[in-house]
């Protein structure tokens, strides 16, 4: 954990991996290019530890560990979801993926200041209700 200006700085990253990444389902499974800019963007804001949340870490450390330096992988464990998602809700920052899961966490957790959220949610249409203003498209 980083400290800075005595509070606890934590980036909730959401990687999906699996299932939800088949072409033909209406969910967009979002690349690196994604996670990279979403990255950068708050390394330029904040020296964090990323916490990468993922149902499969050993896909998610291949793709994302070369992006930070201080990145941290949480296995989902199933059974503890409930832990997950407290967990979650109290990053400071998110940089999410296009689930509910994610975008709940964020929501009822703690206030964040940095939320990055992908342009389009589905294939299909923009879903702008569930953008709020403060947010960073990408």
């Known amino acids: 954990l980083i400290l800075k200006d005595g509070i ?48 499969d870490v050993e896909a998610a450390q291949k793709m994302l560990s070369p992006l930070a330096e201080k990145m941290q992988f949480v296995k989902y464990k199933g059974q503890d979801t409930l832990s997950d998602f407290f967990l979650m809700s109290q990053c400071n920052d998110f940089i999410m993926a296009n689930s509910s899961y994610s975008w709940w966490a964020q929501y009822l957790g703690k206030k964040k200041e940095i939320v990055i959220s992908p342009k389009k949610w589905n294939r299909f249409n923009e879903c702008k209700d569930i953008y709020m203003d403060e947010w960073v498209l990408i």
């Open 8 to 55: 606890v700085y934590l980036i909730e990253l959401t990687g999906r991996v699996g299932a939800n990444c088949l072409p033909e389902l209406v969910q967009i499974f979002f690349g690196i290019e994604y996670y990279k800019q979403g990255i950068e963007y708050v390394k330029e804001r904040t020296d964090s530890t990323f916490f990468v949340f993922s149902d």
